[in-house]
């Protein structure tokens, strides 16, 4: 039963699961970066300084509070924000992924639309070709000289 579960363990298709699985972690942490450290503070600037992981809409008179944590303990909040923030991280994360699907495929296509290297017979196939050759046009064997 251990052989078993080693061979199934050490399958080609399980190690790959398992690198997909890491890389998409770290792929997830950049992406996570890109929103919050590169395209959020732009959004910031274009909107005049919003945060968006902090905006909500109080559902209750008694919230008062400015922040969403702070509102959170007064009452509840419609936090829409952080629901923003996830669309344009899915958002992005798509069209990334979108650019390298799209990039592997015309990688694909090219190693396609390469013609196909003509390997050189072997030797032993030209003598048989030749053999061939001769018995078909039945002059007999080739003459030395």
Known sequence: MLNEFREFALKGNMVDLAIGIIIGAAFSGLVNSIVSDLFMPLVAVITGGVDFSNKFVALSSAVTAAGLEEARKQGPVFAYGKFLTLTINFLI????????????NR????????????AEAPREEKLLEEIRDILATGTGAPRRV
């Open 93 to 104: 994360v798509a069209f990334i992924l979108f650019l390298v699907v799209k990039m592997m």
């Open 107 to 118: 990688m694909k296509r090219r190693e396609e639309a390469k013609p196909a290297e003509v």
